[in-house]
């Protein structure tokens, strides 16, 4: 065996994304890193971890970021607009070593829009918001607001859609990027225009639980819109009332249109 079987160890224990002026926040919800070591694909590993790596001496580790695609935990891919992260070792059999990944969006990554709430807002109604200077400041991620959308008794949904009308490449890359938490369950969907039409119609994309603490997700879109093609897309977000519940608040920030 490589190292008569003796790994050096590699730990990990959190990631970063690093984001530029237009970019948006930097959070992010990177569970996995993908990881080579020289020319050895070791795996995919849950962070915080502690990998062992039969290789010594200078080893070159290449790390990818992995995530759950639209919040699947059995669907776990690599990101394809994080860069990789590489960095070199002199290793010694038997010991370890700690590296944090540091990710940024990859040049030619497109934001078609990026929403953050706190002095804008790219959807409509425009009323429905929380304020962090407020009673609801637990309720906002970060900033001074977020989107706030309220189901109530008198409701069985609730909805609020882009502003914009989004022209996507057909056949690439287009993800959404949503930060939220969640008193009830909703949905995450896109709308399809044609020009010359005010007709549109409607795709629920992914159903979300209730969520009490803030999460992140990312919803892969491309399939979905390359199946029922429009020329332009509208995002939006529909809160439900679950039966025989009073109902309750959505809370969405740092929402990103993404693609190649």
């Not at 224990?13 to 530029?20: C, E, K, L, R």
């Not at 699947?72 to 944090?100: A, N």
């Not at 990859?106 to 962090?132: C, H, I, K, R």
């Not at 200077?133 to 882009?162: A, Q």
Request: proline letters at 5%; hydrophobic letters at 35%.
């Amino acid at each position: 065996m490589p190292n008569d079987g003796i790994p050096l160890y590699m730990r990990m224990d959190s990631v970063q994304v690093n984001t530029t002026s237009g970019q948006g926040s930097n959070s992010h919800n990177i569970t996995d890193v993908w990881v080579e070591a020289n020319t050895d694909n070791v795996g995919a590993f849950g962070v915080p971890c502690n990998i062992p790596v039969l290789q010594e001496n200078d080893v070159r580790f290449v790390v990818n970021a992995g995530i759950k695609e639209s919040g699947q935990s059995g669907v776990r891919v690599i990101y394809p607009f994080y860069t990789t992260d590489t960095f070199s070792i002199v290793g010694v059999r038997g010991e370890h070593y700690i590296h944090k990944p540091t990710f940024s969006y990859v040049t030619g990554t497109q934001f078609a829009f990026t929403e953050n709430f706190d002095f804008t807002n790219s959807f409509e109604p425009s009323a429905n918001f929380a304020l962090a200077s407020g009673p609801e400041v637990d309720s906002v991620f970060g900033g001074s607001r977020c989107l706030k959308l309220t189901v109530s008794t008198l409701d069985s949904n609730k909805m609020v859609t882009s502003i914009g009308a989004y022209n996507l490449p057909e056949g690439l890359e287009i993800w959404l990027e949503v930060d939220y938490k969640s008193e009830v369950p909703f949905y995450i969907g896109f709308n399809g225009y044609f020009t010359g039409s005010s007709v549109a119609y409607a795709v629920p994309v992914l159903f979300v639980n209730a969520q009490p603490q803030w999460n992140k997700v990312y919803v892969k879109l491309s399939a979905l819109m390359g199946n029922v093609r429009a020329d332009t897309y509208k995002i939006y977000f529909e809160a439900l009332r679950p039966y025989g519940t009073s109902g309750g608040n959505v809370y969405i920030d740092n929402v990103k249109l993404v693609h190649f």
